[in-house]
């Protein structure tokens, strides 16, 4: 079996950049810093079915992204989840929440209509993540 990103996941994101174990992507939503991490392991559904090894890179890499967004965004709390109920492929979601988002306090899913980046946005927001997760 051959690792591919879902469907709904390819068509609301953008990658950013592959990391050791997971693709770094960015939710196409220009109103939070939220991004995926999705496991390069063919039929993953669930972090408590990947071998130990792998569950620990996987939350290494959780980590490494939220101190990424929460110092580039200056974020007042992070927000980590693997929720799949809509998406059933493995993904962590990790977003950079502060009181003044468009969704704040509560949960970003469901809360308004996604803000799409436009293309000038998508390049330095993608760059700035680029360059941050390299750090």
Known sequence: ???TL???????????????LCSLLLMNDARFPWC????????????HTLKSEEQATLWREVAH???TLEDAFDAQKMNIAALGNLVPQLHV??????????AWPSPVWGNGAPAPYDE????ERLALLREAVTR
């Open 120 to 123: 000038d946005s998508l390049a």
């Open 1 to 3: 079996m051959t690792f």
């Open 36 to 47: 995926i991490l999705v496991p390069r392991i063919a039929g993953a559904r669930e972090v």
């Open 6 to 20: 879902h469907p709904q996941l390819e068509a609301d994101t953008v990658r950013v950049t592959e990391l050791g």
């Open 93 to 102: 979601h990790v977003i950079a929440r502060h009181s003044a988002d468009a």
């Open 65 to 67: 992204i939220a101190g």
